[in-house]
Antibody, heavy 118, light 107 residues
Framework: EVQLVESGGGLVKPGGSLKLSCAASGFAFSSYDMSWVRQTPEKRLEWVAYISSGGGSTYYPDTVKGRFTISRDNAKNTLYLQMSSLKSEDTAMYYC???????????WGQGTTLTVSS | DIVLTQSPATLSVTPGDSVSLSCRASQSISNNLHWYQQKSHESPRLLIKYASQSISGIPSRFSGSGSGTDFTLSINSVETEDFGMYFCQQSNSWPRTFGGGTKLEIK
């Protein structure tokens, strides 16, 4: 059974940093592209980072480019999202998702919540 | 960026009704359109890929159609477990984007 378990969310002050983790199991993690997708308090979904299976390619939308960094450790079956210069608009539930060939998201974790507030 | 507009924002239906949810893209995206269902307090779940391709484990009452800029998710005879939010997502270009969602609620 595919499982994605996020951790690391919390309350951070504007301008602060945080690193999210996603532990994967039940599939050959190193063979799959992965992404982070967030859901705002208004329930809007926004893709925020993509990484290829080997880690050689990454993509970001302009809203987080230069502030967020996605990475992975295939030996540990773990995906990461390093977030810095956080803003109030980054407040959201952050989901780790398996991103099939960078196209559709076929499995999602349960999410971890980030709140950016002073 | 490609903007996806979903309509209606809310759809109130009675179990047993058949419904159609719309997703319109701001430019042609061929068939690179995917649908997700999200129930309250749960993560999104993939329903349909590439506009009309079925997903293993998803009930056959869910179907998708369309290409180019206009897409439809149809639910044949809605069941109580189907109530929740539905989102479309495009993979024609980066950044990947989602529609604003349609809430399917019980009338």
């Amino acid at each position: 059974e595919v499982q994605l378990v996020e951790s690391g969310g919390g309350l951070v002050k504007p301008g602060g940093s945080l690193k999210l983790s996603c532990a994967a199991s039940g599939f050959a993690f190193s063979s799959y592209d992965m992404s982070w997708v967030r859901q705002t308090p208004e329930k809007r979904l926004e893709w925020v980072a993509y990484i290829s299976s080997g880690g050689g390619s990454t993509y970001y939308p302009d809203t987080v480019k230069g502030r967020f960094t996605i990475s992975r450790d295939n030996a540990k079956n773990t995906l990461y999202l390093q977030m810095s210069s956080l803003k109030s608009e980054d407040t959201a539930m952050y989901y780790c998702a398996r991103h099939r060939t960078g196209n559709y998201f076929d499995y999602w974790g349960q999410g971890t919540t980030l709140t950016v507030s002073s | 960026d490609i903007v996806l507009t979903q309509s209606p924002a809310t759809l109130s239906v009675t179990p047993g009704d058949s419904v159609s949810l719309s997703c319109r893209a701001s430019q042609s995206i061929s068939n690179n359109l995917h649908w997700y269902q999200q129930k309250s307090h749960e993560s999104p779940r993939l329903l349909i890929k590439y506009a009309s391709q079925s997903i293993s484990g998803i009930p056959s009452r869910f179907s998708g159609s369309g290409s180019g800029t206009d897409f439809t998710l149809s639910i044949n005879s809605v069941e109580t477990e189907d109530f929740g939010m539905y989102f479309c997502q495009q993979s024609n270009s980066w950044p990947r984007t989602f529609g604003g969602g349609t809430k399917l609620e019980i009338k």
